[in-house]
């Protein structure tokens, strides 16, 4: 009945029905084009994800493709996060090594020459909030140590010299007052 009525009212409808369809048409090629990117940017992506987790530990060297590797490796979480960024030169972390926790924000910082612990440790809360901070020197403990509870109150301080306990250690009640004092 509807093709009836249209074929009555002349070549004003079928003009309409034409450009109707070829807007269908239209539309149609380039939702199939689009896919057809988006298809391409999700493998590309994936292949790159893939690729980019062969890193191999073995005998406290990573390797990549059988050959010590120097870069900077990510990995990620399956939502695209980033997991872990190690920067490492002949096979040992050397410089940063950023944790992350699968929504993104940073879990630990971890400092590293040649493969040792050397510097600043630092490891937040889901939260964002500071909870503890460490120094290290060729892989002894040096230096000031703080420990937070997860609302960000100093609940321990401590201190190293060459992986030794030295100085005042203090701890804290939650509302910031010393609640004991020990000498080393």
């Known amino acids: 009945m509807v093709w009836g009525l249209l074929i009555d009212s002349g070549k004003k409808y079928f003009v309409i029905l034409k450009s109707i369809f070829h807007t269908i048409l239209l539309f149609k090629n380039i939702m199939k084009e689009n896919i057809k990117s988006i298809t391409v940017i999700i493998l590309l992506f994936l292949s790159f994800s893939v690729l980019s987790q062969d890193l191999e530990y073995k005998n406290g060297h990573y390797f990549k493709k059988g050959m010590l590797y120097t870069g900077t490796h990510i990995e990620y979480y399956d939502n695209g996060n980033p997991k872990i960024e190690r920067n490492i030169s002949s096979g040992v972390e050397n410089g940063l090594v950023i944790l992350y926790y699968e929504d993104g924000t940073k879990q630990e910082q971890r400092a590293y020459q040649e493969g040792t612990k050397d510097g600043l440790w630092i490891n937040w809360n889901e939260q964002g909030i500071k909870v503890a901070e460490a120094t290290y020197k060729d892989a002894l403990k040096d230096g000031d140590w703080f420990i937070w509870d997860d609302e960000g109150n100093l609940m321990y ?9 030295t100085g005042t250690w203090k ?4 509302d910031g007052r010393l609640k004991n004092e020990r000498q080393y």
């Open 171 to 174: 701890m804290y009640n939650a």
């Open 157 to 165: 301080e401590m201190k190293y010299k060459n992986g030794e306990k």
